[in-house]
């Protein structure tokens, strides 16, 4: 089943679909059911978050009903007050339907045996709870708990938003960060060839020291880091290299190994099939760090607090 398919699936069982979260709802006195699904992993996960009343006969029908859906229920269990379902997905959109529905009833099932509360997710008391969208996740939560979350959130937006960035400060510490980087590149090249896949402590080093030093991040900073990380990442290239041809000079008894090693490397730049056998672990080391820097710095996690948005029911 397909990810539009899905969708289309859940009108047909009275579910609902969050696209910030991803994440299918239903809610019935009280209690919130929600589906995710993971194409790449083959994996719906259905979640329901509840106190237990009665623990034995709520473990009892976890185990009977995974029991009864042994060919696709994956994992059944009760932990940190969430009943979670993993299910194997099928390439039959019809059995993959089928399934889901006998879960969703399954869930209803345990709404009405009174064996378990409903819950809010953060204070875990039996209370009125709905839907918010925090940060990525769709979670159940009471509204004292979603009041405090407002109020902490504006806060840490206020000091966010009153934060200058102090860009020469930034800077230094984006340099000590990547020299510390290229450091340890320098140390795992000589211990194992990881083909530049270890620029990524490069670009780590130089966006973390930025952040600290300089306060707050910016995408114009982000390119100074980036392109700050691409030269320190050629000199430490190029340290790797004249330091692998030392050892190796010195194992054979060549007398002052790293003055020979730096000017055999240097020479050996023109030599056009050298060039061809270190570019593409530079391309790597680049690209590497050009993903990370991304993933990483771009989307600022560590500087914006999340956001939460208004009850989706």
Same mark, same amino acid.
Do not use: H, W
């Given at each position: 089943m397909t990810e539009s398919e899905f969708q289309e699936f859940l009108i047909t069982v009275g579910y609902r679909y969050n696209k910030k979260s991803k994440t299918a709802f239903n809610s019935f006195e009280g209690f919130h059911t929600l589906i995710s699904f993971r194409e790449s992993e083959k994996r719906y996960v259905v979640t329901l978050s509840a106190g237990v009343k009665d623990m034995s006969a709520l473990l009892g029908k976890l185990r009977s009903f995974a029991a009864d859906g042994k060919d696709y229920v994956i994992k059944s269990a009760y932990n940190n007050r969430q009943i979670e379902m993993i299910l194997k997905m099928t390439v039959d959109s019809e059995i993959d339907r089928e399934h889901l529905k006998n879960v969703s009833r399954f869930m209803t099932e345990l709404y009405k045996s009174g064996c378990i509360n409903p819950q809010c997710r953060v204070c875990s008391r039996n209370r009125k709870t709905g839907l918010y969208v925090i940060?990525?996740?769709?979670?159940?939560?009471?509204?004292?708990?979603?009041?405090?979350?407002?109020?902490?959130?504006?806060?840490?937006?206020?000091?966010?938003?009153?934060?200058?960035?102090?860009?020469?400060?930034?800077?230094?510490?984006?340099?000590?960060?990547?020299?510390?980087?290229?450091?340890?590149?320098?140390?795992?090249?000589?211990?194992?060839?990881?083909?530049?896949?270890? !620029?990524? /402590? &490069?670009?780590?080093?130089?966006?973390?020291?930025? %952040?600290?030093?300089?306060?707050?991040? @910016?995408?114009? =900073?982000?390119?100074?880091?980036?392109?700050?990380?691409?030269?320190?990442?050629?000199?430490?290239?190029?340290?790797?290299?004249?330091?692998?041809? !030392?050892? /190796? &000079?010195?194992?054979?008894?060549?007398?002052?190994? %790293?003055?020979?090693?730096?000017?055999? @490397?240097?020479? =050996?730049?023109?030599?056009?099939?050298?060039?061809?056998?270190?570019?593409?672990?530079?391309?790597?080391?680049?690209?590497?760090?050009?993903?990370?820097?991304?993933?990483?710095?771009?989307?600022?996690?560590?500087?914006?607090?999340?956001?939460?948005?208004?009850?989706?029911?």
């Open positions: 940060g990525r996740e769709l979670v159940p939560v009471c509204t004292s708990c979603i009041t405090r979350k407002r109020r902490l959130y504006e806060k840490r937006r206020d000091m966010f938003e009153k934060k200058t960035q102090n860009m020469p400060a930034g800077l230094f510490g984006a340099l000590f960060g990547a020299m510390l980087g290229a450091s340890l590149y320098v140390l795992f090249y000589q211990l194992f060839p990881s083909f530049g896949t270890t !620029a990524l /402590l &490069i670009i780590c080093g130089a966006f973390s020291g930025f %952040v600290v030093t300089g306060n707050r991040a @910016t995408r114009k =900073s982000a390119v100074i880091c980036f392109v700050l990380s691409c030269i320190v990442f050629a000199a430490a290239e190029y340290v790797s290299l004249v330091a692998g041809l !030392a050892v /190796l &000079i010195e194992r054979e008894g060549g007398g002052i190994a %790293v003055t020979e090693a730096i000017q055999v @490397t240097n020479s =050996s730049f023109t030599d056009m099939n050298y060039l061809l056998a270190i570019l593409p672990e530079l391309g790597v080391g680049l690209a590497v760090m050009a993903i990370v820097g991304v993933v990483y710095f771009l989307k600022r996690k560590y500087t914006r607090p999340l956001t939460i948005s208004k009850n989706v029911l």
